[in-house]
């Protein structure tokens, strides 16, 4: 899942250095999505120093689910 328009509005008036808690705390106050929330929440526990960081991780995440092996499902005898 990609960034919606409002959480890269989110990040771009967000204040750096900011944690994971940071980053959450503000966007419940600011109002931002249930989506938005749960993609900032995947995120790892760190400081983020910019915007492009956590976009950065938020592109390499969407890369990973694309490219991730289907999961088996079980076929019919």
């Given at each position: 899942?990609s960034?919606?328009p409002a959480?890269?509005?989110?990040?771009?008036?967000?204040?750096?250095?900011?944690?994971?808690?940071?980053?959450?705390?503000?966007?419940r106050?600011d109002?931002?999505?249930a989506?938005d929330?749960?993609?900032?929440a995947?995120?790892p526990?760190q400081?983020y120093?910019a915007a492009?960081?956590i976009r950065?991780?938020l592109?390499?995440r969407?890369?990973?689910?694309a490219f991730?092996?289907?999961?088996?499902?079980?076929?019919?005898a």
């Amino acid at each position: 899942m990609s960034p919606s328009p409002a959480l890269d509005r989110f990040l771009t008036t967000m204040e750096y250095p900011a944690t994971k808690d940071d980053l959450l705390r503000e966007a419940r106050r600011d109002g931002l999505g249930a989506d938005d929330r749960a993609l900032l929440a995947d995120l790892p526990e760190q400081s983020y120093s910019a915007a492009w960081h956590i976009r950065y991780r938020l592109a390499r995440r969407s890369l990973a689910d694309a490219f991730a092996p289907a999961s088996a499902s079980p076929v019919a005898a």
